[in-house]
């Protein structure tokens, strides 16, 4: 293992920055909200809650791709595998409530539904079944779209279309800033979206709302270093886009990826979970490539059910109002193996990484 | 190939079914192996319906155990070595000196006879080192594709002085690991076909009750538990769950090999849930830990053994982990093994 991952893990460090916090954080409750299910990881996986200063929290917001896709995007999906085409989508997709089934279930009841690891490997079960129908079910944000984009830009097999579910992250950023009842003081954003949408491409968010952005990595000190520039900025009474990612982020990010969105997609207002609509939040297939169009190939459409079950807090954790450990479900009838919310369903939703590691606001 | 070759040089059906084959499977293959075959009283030898054992004075202690391990060949043992040792290792970490084993084979039409004879010298061979007593056995044989290769049972009968459970733990109470955690877990991860993960990793596997004698003999031991499926953070999560007791313990004192490690951050999974198979994880009292570690520590197999906390009043039924680095977490009951059939 290279010594250079594990000197972002330094504890020394670590306590000195821990100091820094205390020296940075204002004298009221701060909020800092992420949007990324590996930051969650981290944060909880390394304990990173226990070096906050009173009074500063950080919660995981929308990070989560598989817990915000909508009940209107499953039901399609659902639809589109019972009417007899091979579905294929990630793993993680399986087992999230849609209105009536998810698609574990509709697989259980014969429909053709099978994970793959990326687009790529469902343009190669197009290529195996030519004679069947084969629909990749995309989900995720900036950072698997390209991969979805570049098997529609390569001319895929005539019998494989994309259903696209695919999300952009700063729109949501905007979305929160305009929820009631959320005081929300900065954002950390996610350190791989960033790669490909750059650390400019907060600017908007950061002017409108006046609110500091930083971009931070996924090793503890990563995580820790970008908080504090977030408290810092907050000290001083700036609300900036600030990199402390810079050895994989770019301000104008990672043009070519870029391109290969704007040439497949154009943006589109998309449905999220907990949230509701966000206006340009969503990804759409060109005009040009409707024929790997799903949604217009099938002319399927989908119904908005119940997005969360009664009782079950996701609807608040995925905006960051609430924390795992708020819900009285959590842990008791919720859980990895028998989840009730999406947040439970999706290996990076709040609640199952609470779970898995331990997750509690402090120990 | 001849019906009479396959049955010479690989497992029919025969084999299992109780005449001349079979006696001949017994006869030729499996008893020479076993130098010990009874204890004081009517033993293998015998192939009566039962053996009878004369033990000597203390607590008779128990268990069994089935293996399904996957491949049945890895780096550092085989199925046979693993069944074994798990079955001593489950008496060791009652407290019990281990003096007699059960062997029941369950073995697929075609199983090669050499592949058998390899797994069964493993088996002698651990019997042996500990002298335990092989005192009765079956055999079956399933059909071509109704089971994996070969299943084995094993059940150990030990006698302990003080039978030592999970659920000894008193708050103050320190926390000992035998050896790094993991190895057996990551090894077979990386000797897997569908990996092709290069390592030079090798199991764990071992029995551990001439180790854990030591321990016993120092005295202060309160709880002991073998870390094998769901590694140390299950054995801990029980030990704390029955001991009605928090654990504290902290990441970086837990020993683990840089290979496994590496192979950790690879695939994503704790070193911490996976499974050892010549681990112990063992409560000592406050005053005898010191004492304790140093005596683990001049056994081969414990020479990297480690203290890595303690039990507090605190958070009953939870364990702490200090994180490396520097941080706390709760240390949860992992779902289950990340690594299907280990043992």
């Known amino acids: 293992m290279s010594p250079d991952l594990f000197s972002f893990r330094d504890p020394k460090r670590a306590r000195e920055f821990a100091q820094l916090l205390s020296r940075l954080a204002p004298a009221r409750p701060v909020k800092i909200v992420h949007v990324c299910g590996t930051h969650e990881i981290t944060i909880t996986e390394h304990g990173l809650r226990s070096f906050l200063p009173e009074g500063v929290e950080v919660l995981e917001g929308p990070g989560c791709p598989v817990c915000v896709t909508s009940t209107v995007d499953l039901d399609v999906a659902v639809k589109l595998a019972q009417e007899g085409v091979i579905l294929c989508t990630f793993g993680d997709m399986m087992r999230v409530p849609g209105t009536e089934l998810s698609l574990e279930e509709a697989r259980a009841q014969g429909a053709d539904v099978r994970t793959v690891l990326s687009a790529a490997d469902a343009v190669e079960v197009a290529r195996k079944n030519p004679a069947r129908e084969v629909v990749f079910f995309a989900v995720g944000f900036e950072t698997t779209a390209p991969g979805t984009a570049a098997v529609l830009l390569d001319t895929p097999p005539a019998n494989f279309s994309v259903f696209s579910s695919h999300k952009l992250i700063p729109p949501a950023l905007s979305a929160l800033m305009e929820l009631p009842q959320i005081e929300i003081d900065a954002f950390l954003a996610p350190g791989h979206v960033s790669t490909i949408i750059g650390s400019d491409a907060y600017r908007p968010v950061a002017e409108r709302y006046h609110v500091p952005v930083v971009v931070g990595g996924f090793e503890p000190l990563d995580v820790l270093y970008a908080l504090a520039l977030i408290l810092r900025q907050l000290k001083e009474g700036r609300a900036e886009v600030e990199n402390a990612y810079v050895r994989a982020v770019l301000p104008q990010g990672n043009t070519r990826a870029q391109e290969l969105l704007s040439q497949a997609f154009e943006v589109s207002d998309a449905r999220w979970r907990g949230i509701g609509t966000i206006p340009g939040s969503g990804l759409a297939i060109r ?71 331990g997750g509690r606001p402090r120990l | 190939m001849s019906p009479k070759r396959l049955s010479e040089e690989h497992i029919s059906a025969l084999h299992g079914a109780g005449g001349e084959l079979m006696g001949r499977l017994l006869s030729e293959h499996i008893l020479p192996r076993f130098s010990l075959r009874s204890l004081g009283s009517i033993g293998l030898d015998a192939l009566d319906d039962g053996a009878a054992l004369k033990l000597p004075p203390g607590v008779p202690v128990i268990t069994t155990d089935s293996h399904v391990v996957k491949p049945i060949f890895f780096p550092g043992g085989d199925i046979g070595r693993l069944a074994a040792c798990g079955t001593a290792n489950d008496l060791a970490v009652m407290g019990a000196r281990p003096l007699a084993m059960t062997l029941g084979l369950i073995i697929e039409e075609g199983f090669p006879l050499s592949d058998l004879e390899r797994i069964l010298t493993s088996i002698a061979e651990v019997l042996e080192g500990l002298r335990v007593a092989l005192v009765a056995g079956d055999t079956k044989v399933m059909g071509k594709g109704e089971l994996d290769g070969i299943a084995i049972n094993t059940t150990g009968i030990g006698v302990a002085a003080r039978p030592i459970p999970d659920a000894g733990l008193s708050p103050g109470d320190v926390i000992i690991v035998t050896g790094p955690v993991g190895d057996h877990g990551f090894a077979l991860l990386s000797a897997r076909e569908d990996l092709s993960l290069e390592s030079n990793l090798s199991s764990d596997v ?11 003999e120092v005295g202060g031991v309160t709880a002991m538990k073998d870390p094998t499926r769901g590694g140390l953070a299950a054995a801990l999560n029980e030990m704390a769950r029955k001991s009605h007791v928090g654990i504290e313990v902290e990441e970086a004192k837990i020993p683990v090999r840089d290979e496994v490690r590496g192979l950790s951050e690879l695939l994503g999974i704790s070193p911490l849930e996976v499974a050892c198979e010549g681990r112990a994880v063992i409560g000592v009292a406050p005053d005898r830990a010191a004492q304790v570690l140093s005596a683990l520590r001049e056994h081969p197999l414990g020479r990297e053994a480690a203290i890595i906390g303690r039990a507090i009043e605190r958070y009953p039924g939870k364990v702490i982990l200090d994180t490396g680095v520097g941080g706390r977490r709760f240390l949860e009951m992992p779902l289950g093994d990340p690594v299907p059939r280990i043992c």
């Open chain 2, 206 to 216: 071992a029995a551990i009750w001439p180790l854990v004698a030591r321990a016993l």
């Open chain 1, 287 to 357: 005009e040009e490539f409707s024929r790997f169009d799903a949604a217009k190939k099938f002319g399927v459409e989908g119904e908005l059910g119940e997005e969360t079950v009664p009782g079950c807090l996701c609807a608040d954790i995925l905006v960051a109002r609430a924390v795992p450990t708020d819900c009285p479900l959590f842990g008791k009838i919720c859980t990895p193996l028998s989840p009730v919310g999406p947040c439970m369903v999706g290996s990076e939703g709040a609640c199952s990484v609470w779970y898995r590691y």
